[in-house]
């Protein structure tokens, strides 16, 4: 017989990292279901705790997706502090490392889904479509950063547009590397295209 996780109360969760705990089931359940099954009582179950010990976190449904979604970004911050300490001091080697975890993000089915997931709620729920604004702009803003230490004779625009740019293009492969495309082009060789054209971009003109 299938046990059933045993409900636990808030003060239990404050002891056991419980925060993380239910940010974790709250990212599992959006990359399966998606965005209009998200809700605090599908993540109290996922997480196996009470919805009151949800609540207790997170007071309304927008918290925690804004929470999920924060959740889920932090992942990035923290491999890009990996970035800066383990390639060596070089602007270009490390916007093409950049540019080389941002595909191999793309190419994991449970990112895409998470992203693509967010993309679809966006449409129909403005505060989806705010964090989505948000995170967009933020994430253009921080490849911007490594594109004009790479460039530094571009402008902060011209270093604004190509990150546009950036982002749009990996963006569109969430679509292009969809399940059973993966013999389209390998993910190495699309890293590597990639990698050439933003160097391209960034090239200064002779």
Not at 123 to 136: E, I, K, S, T, V
Not at 145 to 170: K, N, V, Y
Not at 177 to 196: D, F, N, W, Y
Request: net charge positive.
């Amino acid at each position: 017989m299938k046990s059933v996780p045993r409900q636990s109360h808030p003060a239990e969760l404050s002891a056991e990292r419980g925060e993380q705990r239910v940010l974790r089931a709250a990212r599992r359940l959006f990359v399966r279901a998606g965005g209009a099954a998200f809700s605090a009582r599908g993540v109290a179950k996922e997480a196996g705790v009470s919805l009151g010990a949800v609540q207790h976190f997170f007071p309304s449904k927008d918290a925690l997706l804004a929470a999920t979604l924060e959740h889920v970004l932090a992942e990035f911050r923290r491999a890009y502090d990996r970035l800066q300490e383990e390639l060596p001091f070089n602007a270009e080697a490390r916007l093409l490392g950049v540019i080389e975890l941002l595909v191999a993000d793309v190419w994991r089915q449970d990112s895409r889904k998470f992203f693509l997931g967010l993309h679809a709620l966006s449409c129909h729920n403005a505060f989806a479509a705010r964090l989505l604004r948000a995170m967009c702009e933020h994430h253009q803003r921080r490849l911007a950063g490594f594109i004009g230490a790479a460039g530094p004779h571009l402008s902060e625009r011209q270093c604004l547009d190509l990150a546009l740019q950036l982002g749009a293009m990996l963006d569109g492969l969430m679509i292009y590397t969809g399940p059973g495309s993966k013999t389209i082009t390998p993910r190495k060789r699309l890293a590597e295209v990639i990698k050439h054209s933003v160097l391209r971009l960034i090239a200064r003109p002779a």
